[in-house]
């Protein structure tokens, strides 16, 4: 397949505006027609009294930069989506993934990288701006953002043809339009958003910054690390001495305090967990960002294809599930309506059982529990063992894998184990005796990358490698890139099936559904992700479990219920006070 397969070649583009949370509402669209030269210019209220002004049939492609957004036009005007999306935005990140750019991943850096100039980027800011404002316009800013829009629309096209030596070859085509296909799920999704308690958050942004005081002393009671609202290293390390605790240190000798190091220490130590969240909350939270709109309901940019591997990077300020654990208590389904958070198991061990063709890690997914059957398999346990009768040893050897999985040396497994770097060492040895044809693959991919430059998923995600890149980060490449197209296939699927899906999240998804569906819409996306994992893995199918959350119930993770429990104890005493006041 190449673009010349197809009749109609349109590329658009809309200039629109939304405040924080709520859906975009379109002002103008300029559209061009590639093969035909026609031009299509739509204001305002033309745009919601008219149909779809171009061709959205098989034998026709959309094109666009950022497609999504475009997407979301379509749906905010009752528009059909187009059968066939090319995103050049996503186009552009598979050929520059890894590389460093001169520019930006916008538009503008992207016509720069092959040669040729847009309009000057303060032009665009003032146009952003002007388009922003909002109420009426005069025909002469009518016809000012009008042209400004067909600038962009030009700099689609001369962008498009710049890079269609590259689209035509092999099936580059085919895999664009399945990158095109997502951006359609992602403007169904973040049309959709995630309901939220909104009287709940309206509360804790009213009492937010009384209850910092409160909730030091309540948290801060198990360790004592605070005076006033600072954190004292001296009385943390203290803490560390008197429990026993090892803890990662900086080349300086004191102990390293960042959020990577307090989540894998809070897995060893899951006491340490409210002091982290206390942390986090004290320092970085700033729920007046959270994006809610005036129905409830969660909605911030996905930003897909951001990140190396391919997966979705939105926003940790404006995206609920981009925030602490104990915040996701805010998601809670409206009445008579439920969630499903439906996750795949053990993601990055089946796929990598499955890419590298290890028939016994295979073996060991397919059981049902690959921690376990590792244990087996090595020896270490009886063929009769159960996850209850060895748990500890079944512990031992899920931290063994997840190790591997995340590139964590002896060390560092040693710490998570609470185990002599000796014990961590044979385990880590026993991983690579019992799972050779994987390492043996994994070691073939970091000499592939480092020698050729390049690393590709199944449906051609690239990753550009440049000298001195972290082997630890290409060997775990194919299960991360391959899981992001995973995600990717399974959120077209179920948007196209009619399932309402509210959130992405790494190798899981949120879905809503009346009560009385629920469990039959829950049931239908996990037979989508299944299909979706053998369709990426060459007929390997990996499974997924199920958390309900019904009506009045709320989303609760549980590596926050401490700290929710202990923030609405605090709200309900602030509102007591503030009634006897």
């Not at 590329?11 to 859906?23: I, K, L, N, S, Y």
């Not at 689209?167 to 959709?192: C, F, M, N, P, W």
């Not at 995600?487 to 179920?494: F, G, Q, V």
Request: proline share 4%.
């Amino acid at each position: 397949m190449t673009l010349g397969g197809f009749k109609h070649v349109w590329v658009a583009d809309f200039e629109f505006r939304a405040a924080p949370g709520e859906r975009p509402e379109p002002v103008c669209l300029v559209a061009h027609e590639i093969r035909s030269g026609r031009t299509l210019r739509v204001w305002g209220d033309e745009l919601k009294a008219a149909q779809c002004p171009y061709d959205l049939g098989s034998d026709s492609v959309f094109v666009a930069y950022y497609a999504s957004a475009e997407m979301g036009c379509h749906l905010a005007l009752g528009w059909p989506l187009p059968a066939n999306v090319i995103d050049l935005y996503a186009e552009f990140r598979v050929e520059t993934n890894g590389l460093s750019l001169p520019m930006s991943n916008g538009l503008l850096g992207a016509l720069e990288y092959y040669g040729h100039r847009g309009i000057d980027a303060l032009e665009k800011d003032t146009m952003r701006a002007l388009i922003l404002r909002g109420g009426s316009y005069s025909a002469h800013e009518a016809a000012a953002i009008l042209d400004y829009c067909a600038s962009d629309v030009t700099a689609t096209a001369t962008l498009l043809r710049a890079m269609a030596p590259v689209l035509d070859q092999g099936s580059r085509v085919a895999h664009a339009l399945l990158r095109g296909r997502y951006t359609k799920a992602v403007a169904r999704i973040e049309d959709a958003g995630v309901p939220i308690d909104s009287d709940m958050l309206s509360m804790l942004r009213q009492h937010w910054q009384s209850l910092k005081d409160s909730l030091i002393q309540r948290v801060d009671g198990a360790f004592g690390v605070y005076e006033g609202r600072t954190f004292k290293l001296a009385k943390f390390e203290d803490y560390l001495r008197r429990h026993g605790i090892a803890w990662p240190t900086l080349p300086t000798g004191r102990v390293a305090l960042d959020d990577d190091t307090f989540s894998e220490q809070c897995k060893t130590h899951p006491q340490l967990r409210p002091l982290k969240d206390l942390r986090q909350a004290l320092g970085q939270l700033k729920l007046s960002e959270l994006q809610v709109g005036s129905d409830g309901r969660n909605r911030a940019l996905m930003s897909m294809f951001r990140s190396k591997t391919g997966r979705n990077q939105p926003s940790n300020s404006k995206f609920v599930f981009g925030l602490s654990a104990w915040l996701r208590g805010l998601i809670q389904p409206r009445p008579g309506y439920g969630l499903a958070y439906v996750d795949w198991s053990q993601q990055e061990f089946g796929i990598a059982a499955a890419l590298s063709g290890d028939a016994r890690m295979q073996e060991a997914y397919s059981s049902g529990d690959p921690y376990l059957a590792f244990a087996k398999q090595a020896g270490a346990v009886p063929a009769h063992a159960t996850k209850a009768s060895h748990a500890s040893e079944r512990e031992q050897f899920k931290a063994c894998v997840l190790a591997v999985q995340y590139g964590m040396r002896e060390e560092s497994l040693a710490r998570r184990i609470l185990q002599p770097t000796a014990h961590a060492r044979e385990l880590l040895k026993m991983h690579r005796r019992t799972y050779a044809q994987f390492w043996s693959w994994s070691e073939g991919v970091v000499h592939y990358a480092q020698t050729q430059g390049k690393l590709w998923t199944v449906f051609g995600w690239c990753l550009h490698v440049g000298a001195g890149a972290n082997a630890r980060s290409l060997a775990n490449f194919p299960m991360q890139a391959n899981g992001a197209e995973m995600l990717r296939l399974a959120c077209c699927m179920a948007t196209e099936a009619g399932i309402r899906v509210v959130a992405p999240v790494h190798d899981a998804v949120l879905i809503e559904a009346p009560l009385d569906e629920l469990d039959a819409r829950a049931a239908e996306m996990q037979a989508l992700m299944r299909r979706a994992s053998a369709i990426v893995l060459g007929g390997f199918q990996l499974r997924s479990d199920v958390k309900f959350i019904r009506a009045p119930e709320r989303y609760l993770d549980e590596r926050g219920t401490t700290m929710w429990r202990v923030v609405q104890e605090l709200l309900t005493e602030a509102q007591a006070e503030g009634a006897a006041a």
